[in-house]
């Protein structure tokens, strides 16, 4: 019987760049010297009894940066951290309550950089369909699922914009329900949505 997530792992496979949040703006110029802090997000999925699952997350409303956002479980590097590989398990255990044990590391996408500095290395994991969220009060408001096929579908992405320091910025949306999800969560999603189509 075929892995149901033998797409996400010739995905993996397949060369591609690395992306930014400036991608659709090719006007902006970035500054050179620029520094650079490293990040691991995970990107996990987990088969449920109607299909394979990404498992996303909706920031707490009064963090003071991008409160209500969706995003992947993941943070900045520590540290303590080894590498950005234990950087994404030890955040989505502090913020969803997801044992390491639990997740199966698949490999990595090429990394993201952020309007904010960060140079995200996105994670991808086979989560255990044991696996019940446990969401973090002070940095997590829900721990939501969609399914795998709605983000690997690259009609399902819109591109939109608004004013960021005085200048249009374009960016990435993938909505699912009442969930909107764009920037870079969604940018990570398209370059696997694209990966995945080839």
Request: proline residues 10%; without cysteine; hydrophobic residues 40%.
């Amino acid at each position: 019987m075929p892995d149901p997530l033998d797409p996400v792992m010739r995905a993996l496979g397949r060369p591609s760049t690395s992306s930014s949040d400036f991608d659709l703006n090719p006007e902006f110029e970035l500054p050179e010297g620029r520094k650079l802090r490293a990040a691991g997000v995970l990107v996990g999925f987990v088969e449920r009894h109607d299909g394979i699952k990404l498992i996303l997350t909706k920031r707490a409303s009064h963090l003071k940066h991008h409160p209500g956002q969706i995003a992947f479980p993941g943070g900045k590097v520590d540290e303590g951290d080894a590498d950005v590989t234990a950087a994404a398990l030890r955040e989505a255990h502090e913020e969803v309550g997801l044992h390491p044990d639990m997740a199966q590391v698949l490999g990595h996408l090429p990394s993201h950089e952020t309007v904010t500095s960060f140079q995200v290395t996105p994670v991808l994991a086979r989560v255990s369909p044991e696996f019940s969220p446990i969401p973090e009060p002070g940095e997590v408001d829900e721990v939501f699922e969609v399914p795998l096929h709605h983000i690997a579908n690259p009609a399902n992405f819109q591109i939109q914009a608004r004013r960021w320091r005085g200048r249009k910025r374009h960016y990435f949306t993938v909505p699912f329900g009442p969930y909107y999800i764009w920037g870079a969560t969604a940018r990570i999603l398209r370059g696997l949505a694209d990966r995945m189509a080839e």
